[in-house]
Nanobody, 127 residues
């Protein structure tokens, strides 16, 4: 049974930092891209960042580029999202997701490409 367990969310002041973690179990982590999405109150879930199965290709939404960093540790089967210079508009539930396409290194990532999701972790940025 595949599961994704997230941690690291919480309350932070604007300008602060948080680091989210997401551990995958039940599937070979190193063969698949991983991604983070988020859903703000009253809004649709949106793409935040993705990392290829090797870690060699990384993509970000324009809204977080330069502030967020995605990384992965294939030994620990964990993907991370380092969030710096947080803004009130970053407030959302953050979800990690495992891509269904093994060994994919392309540049296109959508919710439809993900086959496993974490339960979400709430990030609240106070202004």
């Amino acid at each position: 049974q595949v599961s994704l367990v997230e941690s690291g969310g919480g309350l932070v002041q604007a300008g602060g930092s948080l680091r989210l973690s997401c551990k995958l179990s039940g599937r070979t982590f190193s063969s698949y891209p991983m991604a983070w999405f988020r859903q703000a109150p009253g809004k649709e879930r949106e793409f935040v960042a993705a990392i290829s199965w090797t870690g060699g290709r990384i993509f970000y939404a324009d809204s977080v580029k330069g502030r967020f960093t995605i990384s992965r540790d294939n030994v620990k089967s964990t993907v991370f999202l380092q969030m710096n210079s947080l803004k009130a508009e970053d407030t959302a539930v953050y979800y990690c997701a495992a891509d269904r396409r093994d060994h994919y290194s392309g540049s296109l990532y959508s919710q439809n490409d993900m086959d496993y999701w974490g339960e979400g972790t709430l990030v609240t940025v106070s202004s």
